[in-house]
């Protein structure tokens, strides 16, 4: 057994927070010890298995700033963090003997981590470089990004193990972090599909509401957090070309995705949806917060197609939901999707433009055979090439090598 403690700076609802839930799941199920530290976790915003008690959390540092004058978000994750870091080092690890930090996302925490003693080995998970996500916007901004841009290449390289999501973000780490000595190994995201097994043997789920006036319309749904970088808008504007070119039989949009009220560009991007919803097919779209898991997967249930809309998207776990539960996915043709989708196999890979997306929808709204032949190949890749299993296997190997290692020179020097 291995005693694992992740850290992560916000547990609430995302790509990244499904992959450490996951990583933990996965871990406790081969046997391990697992538990999370985190700056941030509202049982109401947040993934099942965190606030059932299934795994255990613990909160530090919540008191500390998010923001200063509405800006400097980087620098405040960095002391929250830090702030993590030092209670981990001084409160936890000593008296829990912790073997293995899994930390991600906020690098800073690795330097302070490795004077805890015991010492663990620590394990990064890079999404993606953090120095990429952030707007450019002049010369101050720059200015004030440099020194935590240095931290983040300086602070991952003492990491004993790197991960990350996928070869587009293998390149792109390379690419960004030359002063990195060792390369990182790839770790896909998978899906707990035992969730969705359970779900499918359910038969008394009760249906939102608004299924009701769905009746027997062919379904588009789009997930994704209500962030621009989403491009949620390419989703509604092909779908109003699509809708406008058919004369009745009309089809209907349900964009769903993670919103925190406390995350400006969730409520600004929202309420900018709703604005271009009203002006283009308001009749013809839904708009949904933060969907529950089951809720969700009554929407894949119902839904005919996984539209995915992002951008050199770094991974995306949203098409293995959709392609699991059998649906076609038509996604941009580029980043991790091209990874995980098929072309004309599971689902299309378009232009980043309206002209591609409208032709792809058109072409699985009038051809339900191919729908159903898409979706079924979609389970299967998602079965043979990134079932839970196979990801469980993989993290379990890498956690006990690690920590197998440690013990080794520990012997050693005895």
């Known amino acids: 057994m291995v005693r694992v403690l992740f850290l992560h700076p916000d547990l609430g609802i995302g790509g990244a927070e ?3 839930v996951d990583s933990a799941i996965a ?3 081969c046997g391990h010890q697992v538990g999370f530290l985190t700056n941030h976790h509202d049982k109401n915003h947040c993934f099942e298995e965190t606030a059932d008690g299934n795994l255990r959390v613990q909160v530090v540092g919540d008191w500390l700033p998010r923001k200063l004058f509405g800006r400097f978000y980087a620098l405040c994750a960095y002391f929250r963090m830090i702030y993590a870091a030092v209670y ?19 690098s ?3 330097p302070v981590l490795r004077f805890a003693r015991p010492r ?5 998970y890079c999404h993606f470089p953090d120095q990429l996500l952030s707007k450019k ?3 101050l901004k720059s200015l004030y990004r440099w020194p935590i ?4 290449e300086f602070t991952i390289n003492m990491a004993d ?3 990350v999501n996928s070869k587009f973000t293998l390149k792109v780490f390379q690419e960004t972090f030359r002063r990195i000595n060792h390369c990182p190994d790839v770790l896909y995201p998978s899906l707990n599909t035992k969730y969705f097994d359970e779900m499918e043997k359910k038969h008394n789920l009760e249906p939102p509401t608004y299924f009701r006036n769905l009746g027997d319309c062919y379904v588009y749904l789009d997930i994704n957090r209500f962030e621009r970088k989403k491009n949620h808008q390419l989703a509604i504007e092909s779908f109003h070309e699509l809708s406008c070119s058919l004369s009745d039989n009309k089809p209907r949009l349900i964009i769903t995705g993670g919103y925190d009220a406390r995350v400006n560009e969730n409520v600004e991007h929202f309420n900018e949806l709703k604005d271009l919803i009203k002006e283009t097919d308001k009749e013809h779209v839904i708009l949904l917060r933060s969907s529950s898991d089951d809720e969700k997967f009554q929407l894949l249930r119902r839904a005919q197609c996984l539209l995915y809309t992002p951008i050199d998207e770094h991974f995306g776990i949203v098409p293995l939901e959709g392609m699991y539960m059998s649906k076609p996915i038509i996604a941009i043709n580029s980043g991790g999707p091209t990874e995980t989708i098929v072309h004309n196999e599971t689902g299309f890979l378009c232009e980043p433009n309206k002209a591609s997306f409208v032709e792809a929808m058109k072409t699985v709204f009038a051809n339900k055979a191919l729908c159903e032949r898409m979706g079924a190949k979609g389970r299967k890749r998602v079965q043979q090439k990134f079932s839970f299993e196979a990801f469980s296997k993989k993290l379990d190997g890498i956690v006990r090598d690690i920590a197998e290692c440690d013990n080794r020179t520990i012997k050693k020097l005895e």
Do not use: H, M, S, W
């Open 27 to 29: 871990l406790k199920e």
């Open 108 to 110: 800073v925490a690795i």
């Open 161 to 163: 193990k790197i991960l």
């Open 18 to 20: 499904r992959l450490v």
């Open 149 to 152: 841009n240095f931290l983040e």
């Open 88 to 106: 981990a080092t001084f409160c936890i690890i000593p008296k829990e003997r912790v073997d293995v930090i899994f930390c991600d996302q906020v």
């Open 137 to 139: 916007e002049g010369y």
């Open 120 to 124: 663990p080995k620590i394990i990064f």
